[in-house]
């Protein structure tokens, strides 16, 4: 048979073969042959397609294109249940030959292409025909998104090693400034004793010269007396005596006084190098303020960059592939406290309303935790103390905006609550659970009381006074001066004492002979702890802070908890503010702790993985898959950023306490 050119038509080259099953049918579409050819095509444009047949022959060729056969093409896709059924027409037939068998390359068009499988068989082709563009572009994409993430991360520890480097060479100085002052005053306080042995000596000098002169003066009358009534040989040797030590107390006097002038002029000089050691001391603690407020910014916006566009939710970790995806209900609260402080309330509000709007709940509230992206549950759990902490957070909105559309929301909660609520005061855990612990509790009494004092309601007033008189009557330990963890369970929680305090108040609790500053002592001594710290950058420091309880109860090493020492910051807070009108020195102490430990938390500090540049975060301890003592462990990573230790830290750096609307509004409590 005669060779027929090939048509230069561009074809699509898919990059794998597709079955095709060829049956010859007439004009008017009717079958001419049972024998299904088989065959295959890799070549498909929007006209027709090229497809090889094997089992073809020569006169069959022929009667093909001369007498006006048709195809009916059978074409199956991979991962597709059904066959597409594409009527065609030959336009040309190649035949070539090999050592085994003839081979028939045969080009037709779709005589029917706005028929649906012929329009699904192109856009087919089409779409195989961008995959490996694709994919390569997504290749390039990805690859330029880890080098990005790499150079990002590089950065973020330049930085982050870059302001710790300014810190320590800030706090070096104020310690060298420190000691000179201390020297100076020391100094200064031997010249000011110096000086009032000088001005006593020159008041006793100056009476003793009084005291010559007038001797010296009754002393001349007197000879002279004599010298008329007995004609003597002379004046008097007492009268020259005394002359001899008048002189003497001159001289004296002039040398002290001239000692005393010296000591004045070092004193002056003493107190203009104290004012410029004073002010040189001020302009470092405005940079290291500045410094430090740079942290605060790196660390909000870790919080801020990693809220999800699908949810609003934030990942409670970041390195720990275990708990990547997981936002833990309690962490959010955090978030929108934050949110609300830096007046990023379109934030705040995007998180409520997931909470509102789109969270599968349980018993009529929220489950522990939920999926960042999808917001599916993660933890099939209700609690108390998360539920709580969400109405607060949701309170503080409230009060931020004056916007109540949420407050049906927090009645919602806060009722759920005084459901659990037993004829002792006491709430347990949860649903399914018959513990109780002082942590929810004392979660329970700040809402109830935020409640009451937004609402008026009575209700409210009763409930958080029950709770506090289980706290009281069954959890507080007199000769401890601490919280027990829970009913019936003794155990040592520091949050008994980082949430009592703040929850509470330093001025009901001694109204309630509770002695805060005895429970905060207690907790030094069994929970805080010292540790040796090396943070993602490779750099070591020596850490003081609070563990979740007495580690020798675990038989562990301590591990500092950046949320629970924050927590701690901000109790060292609520007792600076009560001492602040009441005791100057206690002020100044409760203020020194707060600041010591805050500093001791900018230590832990770690370059966070974020999407977008100048993150920093704090991981949830010091130490890796670490029991707490209390029913779970820290994460398998020390690097893992956590939004608990974060938010809390910043709550704390912005001197928030949480577990109160407005102070004005609750000072009476507080």
Not at 155 to 180: C, Q, T, W
Not at 216 to 242: C, H
Not at 297 to 323: F, H, R
Request: charged share 25%.
């Amino acid at each position: 048979m005669p060779r027929i050119i090939i048509n230069n038509r561009k074809y699509i080259r898919v990059p794998f073969t597709l079955p095709v099953s060829v049956l010859l049918v007439d004009k008017d579409a009717n079958l001419m042959w049972q024998t299904v050819y088989q065959g295959f095509t890799r070549d498909i444009n929007d006209g027709g397609l090229c497809v090889d047949i094997v089992n073809f022959d020569d006169k069959l060729a022929e009667k093909v294109l001369n007498e006006g056969y048709s195809f009916l093409l059978n074409v199956d896709l991979p991962n597709s249940s059904s066959t597409l059924s594409i009527p065609s027409q030959p336009k040309w037939i190649d035949k070539s030959q090999t050592n085994l068998m003839q081979k028939y390359k045969i080009g037709v068009f779709f005589t029917a292409p706005a028929e649906k499988d012929t329009r699904n068989l192109v856009k087919y082709a089409a779409s195989l025909n961008r995959r490996p563009r694709q994919i390569f572009l997504i290749g390039i994409l990805f690859a330029a998104v880890c080098l990005l993430s790499f150079v990002n991360d590089v950065r973020l520890k330049f930085i982050n090693v870059k302001l710790n480097k300014e810190l320590f060479i800030i706090n070096d100085e104020k310690k060298r400034i420190n000691l000179e002052l201390l020297k100076l005053e020391k100094l200064k306080s031997e010249l000011e004793q110096n000086l009032n042995v000088a001005n006593q000596e020159i008041i006793n000098l100056s009476s003793l010269t009084q005291k010559s002169a007038k001797a010296i003066v009754q002393s001349g009358l007197d000879n002279i007396r004599e010298m008329k009534e007995i004609n003597s040989n002379g004046p008097a040797t007492s009268g020259a005596s005394l002359s001899i030590d008048h002189k003497a107390y001159e001289t004296k006097l002039k040398e002290i006084d001239k000692n005393r002038n010296l000591i004045k002029k070092k004193l002056i000089e003493l107190v203009q190098e104290q004012e410029i050691l004073v002010k040189k001391q001020d302009e470092l603690e405005s940079s290291s303020e500045n410094l430090a407020d740079k942290k605060v910014a790196l660390m909000y916006n870790w919080i801020k960059n990693n809220q999800s566009p699908l949810t609003g939710l934030v990942c409670s970790y970041k390195g720990d592939s275990e708990l990547e995806n997981i936002a833990f209900t309690y962490d959010q609260a955090l978030c929108i406290l934050n949110f609300i402080e830096k007046k990023d309330l379109g934030n705040a509000k995007r998180l409520i309303d997931f909470f509102v709007f789109k969270a599968r709940k349980s018993a009529g509230v929220f489950l522990n935790a939920y999926h960042v992206n999808n917001g599916g549950v993660m933890e099939w759990t209700v609690h108390v103390g998360p539920n709580a902490w969400l109405a607060m957070a949701i309170l503080k909105y409230i009060e931020a905006t004056e916007d109540r559309t949420y407050l049906k929301d927090v009645y919602n909660i806060a009722n759920f609550i005084i459901s659990l609520q037993d004829r002792d005061g006491g709430i347990k855990g949860g649903t399914d659970v018959n513990w109780y612990s002082t942590e929810h509790n004392l979660d329970a009494y700040a809402l109830f009381r935020m409640m009451f004092t937004l609402t008026n309601n009575p209700k409210f007033k009763l409930a958080y006074q029950k709770v506090l008189d289980w706290l009281i009557n069954d959890i507080y330990i007199k000769d401890e001066f601490r919280f027990k963890r829970g009913k019936n369970d003794g155990l040592i929680a520091t949050d008994t004492a980082s949430f009592g305090i703040p929850a509470i108040g330093a001025k009901m609790m001694y109204q309630k002979n509770i002695d805060p500053e005895k429970m905060i002592e207690f907790m030094e001594k069994k929970t805080k702890v010292e540790v040796n710290f090396t943070n993602n950058e490779g750099e070591q420091y020596n850490i003081k802070g609070f563990d979740y309880t007495n580690p020798d109860r675990l038989g562990r090493k301590g591990v500092v908890s950046s949320e629970w020492t924050a927590q701690m910051v901000t109790t060292y807070q609520v007792m600076a503010d009560y001492f602040k009108s009441r005791d100057k020195q206690k002020y100044k102490y409760y203020k020194d702790k707060a600041n010591f430990y805050m500093k001791e938390l900018e230590k832990m500090l770690i370059s966070a993985e974020c999407e977008k540049f100048d993150s920093l975060g704090l991981p949830y301890a010091t130490g890796a898959s670490a029991e707490t003592g209390h029913g779970w462990v820290t994460p398998r990573s020390p690097y893992a950023v956590s939004i608990a230790g974060t938010a809390y830290t910043l709550l704390a750096k912005y001197k928030i306490n949480p577990f109160c609307l407005n102070q004005e509004k609750e000072k009476h409590y507080l």
